[in-house]
């Protein structure tokens, strides 16, 4: 009898070693998957895709407010850069992994907004995403004439065609009262508005210009940001780099001009100048999810619509 019961004890101990193993293992085996399902969905946001929800109704009438678009990062390519230095706010330095292509006219994209902080200065803000239909290429000469959005020796229709033309018919006295008027770069000599834009030309890398009063006031940001220094204009029309005098100026990036379809109501390069390609994060694909403000419903005829 007590060989029996001290066999008993030992297979109950034996079966209770082997419950805190087979629960010991699947532990492991839950964390080590979930670890592994959590580093899948951090490699493809940074070097696949990404979801972005539309804040405001500036890409009316293909995105409306509550949209939730996928980007495709592959596109333009993925983007590689200190995320901890870029939340602290110090420049980082962005390496573009090669990409399927070039952002192409028309493109709808996603960006880091270039002036988080205030109109004087670019900087890159992690947090802060603009999206916007990209109309103006490197190389490009764009013009707005009349509301229409032109670039020199190209036919194809370029953003809304219809906003365009609503646009086109308001009166200078109504976008003024509206505080709608005034366009990029805002200076009474260049006298841009919205209505009428331009040529403006957008800077690819390696174009030199000639450095004076319009191209500094036009061009000068993005020249302090890709230098570090501070642009000035001197009486006699002299433009100095931290003092030193230049003829001209070499670009080391690329540049885009962006518009919202919603011409009366959205801030793009017509207020604030042109993009950086370093700040582009990829091209909105398809709408994937769609909840209404206002009822917090779903708008399920939204939901895998394209984006064109």
Known sequence: ML?????????????????????????????????????????????????????????????????????NKLIPGARLFNVFASLRGERVKIVRLPGIRKIKRNDVIVFNYPYPNNLDKIEMHMTKYYIKRCLGLPGDSLSIINGYYKISDVSEPLGNIEGQELFSVQSNKMLKDANLYWSFPKDSLIGWNMKNLGPLYIPKKGDVIEMNRQNAIIYGKLIEWETGKKLSIENNGNILLDNTWIAGYSFRKNYYFVAGDRIEDSQDSRYWGLLPEEFIVGKATFIWRSMNPQTRGVRWDRICSRIE
Do not use: H
């Open 3 to 71: 060989l029996k019961g001290n066999r008993s004890c030992k297979m109950k101990k034996n079966e209770k070693i082997d419950l805190v193993y087979k629960l010991c293992r699947y532990v492991v085996d839950t964390l080590f998957w979930g670890c592994m399902v959590v580093a899948l969905f951090v490699v493809m946001q940074i070097f696949l895709f990404s979801s972005f929800k539309i804040p405001s109704n500036s890409m009316e009438p293909g995105l409306i407010a509550g949209d939730y678009v996928l980007v």
